[in-house]
């Protein structure tokens, strides 16, 4: 069950990064949902690989084919299912890290699991390519909620040592919210995005990667969605974005710095809006006890450097059982973060749609 969300929501992906191809199925959608192919479109294309310096020179197309769960590009409460066929492949490039694993990878792990039975090539079902099929789902889930008044945007805000602008947490308007998303470089501030792009061309230089971190948010989303403990609405988002390969943490509005505050400065003071409660800040990150607040809803995901460099790394060879040399041969984006901030947005939209619904059922 390992690739299948259960909720309100069946998300399940499958497929391989160099298997003939990739695909998602989705169960749950409200049927009389019209999906716009061109908005979808436009969306996957900010994650596709090979359109500029600072990713992955393979190619591919990433247009989704629907083989059910449509007419007339219309849901029509039918299972969804959606296949992007793999088409610039070099599985050769990989064939050595079956005995000799990537550091950082999940090259060794996968081989502990699946006994050597796993696909290797490219990563296998490891890959950031399998965040196509989610960005699938998540971009359908996206224009569905936009119609319910919830609109959701991302922006790169930090590479390195570079900082971007951050969302204002409290007075957050749509505008500044997709600002990124049009950009060619996902930031909110030109400039950032200057210096993000040189800590990246440093790293390709030097042989090596560099991290990153992505800022995401969501507006108009109504108080009352998730639950306490267990199923609370921080627990549901970061489930989806630890799906997300590369990412190694997720806070909530003040997150960690709120460790260094005291109460008086981490509570956020209630007041009367035209007759609806507002706070005057949010460090809570527009979430209380697992329950939204109406708030915006603000939360950052930090993405690891690539695994996979051109530089000389230390393993070990697992036929032989001794240490070894790794040079890692293939086409890797020397920093992962810019192609997965839509990730980020897709996997807050799969996470808000899913209470959504559940919310419906319950009402």
């Not at 550091?103 to 079902?125: E, I, L, M, N, S």
């Amino acid at each position: 069950m390992g690739s299948t969300f259960v909720g309100n929501l069946r998300i399940s992906i499958f497929g391989q990064s160099h298997s003939g191809g990739i695909g998602v199925s989705v169960d749950g959608l409200p049927a009389g949902e019209k999906i716009d192919m061109g908005a979808l479109g436009a969306f996957l294309a900010r994650r596709a690989p090979g359109q500029n310096s600072w990713s992955t020179p393979r190619k591919e197309a990433d247009l989704p084919e629907f083989l059910g769960g449509l007419v007339n590009d219309t849901t029509c409460g039918a299972p969804l299912a959606a296949v992007i066929r793999n088409s610039n492949t070099r599985s050769g490039d990989y064939e050595n890290l079956r005995d000799v694993p990537r550091p950082g990878h999940a090259d060794y792990t996968a081989q502990v699991k699946y006994r050597g039975y796993q696909d290797v090539a490219g990563g296998g079902h490891f890959s950031g390519r399998l965040t196509a099929p989610l960005c699938i789902a998540g971009g359908i889930c996206m224009q569905i909620l936009a119609r319910r008044g919830v609109e959701i945007g991302a922006h790169l805000s930090r590479v390195g040592n570079a900082e971007d602008v951050r969302f204002d947490p409290v007075r957050l308007d749509s505008a500044t919210l997709h600002a990124a998303a049009a950009k060619p470089f996902p930031t909110l501030d030109d400039a950032a995005g200057e210096r993000m792009r040189a800590e990246i061309q440093s790293a390709r230089e030097a042989l090596d990667s560099v991290g990153g971190e992505i800022e995401c948010a969501a507006i108009g989303v109504p108080a009352g969605l998730g639950d306490p403990m267990f199923d609370g609405m921080e627990n549901r988002i970061a489930r989806i974005i630890f799906a997300i390969p590369a990412i190694k943490g997720v806070e909530f509005g003040a997150g960690f710095g709120a460790s260094r505050l005291r109460g008086s400065e981490n509570n956020d003071p209630y007041f009367m809006d035209g007759g609806a409660v507002r706070a005057r800040t949010n460090n809570a990150g527009g979430i209380l006890g697992g329950i939204t607040s109406g708030m915006p809803l603000i939360l950052r995901a930090a993405v690891k450097p690539t695994p996979s460099i051109a530089r000389a790394q230390q393993s070990v060879s697992l036929s032989r059982g001794t240490d070894a040399e790794l040079e890692i041969r293939g086409r890797h984006d020397p920093c992962i973060a810019p192609r997965a901030v839509p990730c980020v947005e897709a996997a807050l939209a799969i996470a808000l749609l899913d209470a959504m619904l559940e919310k419906d059922r319950l009402d």
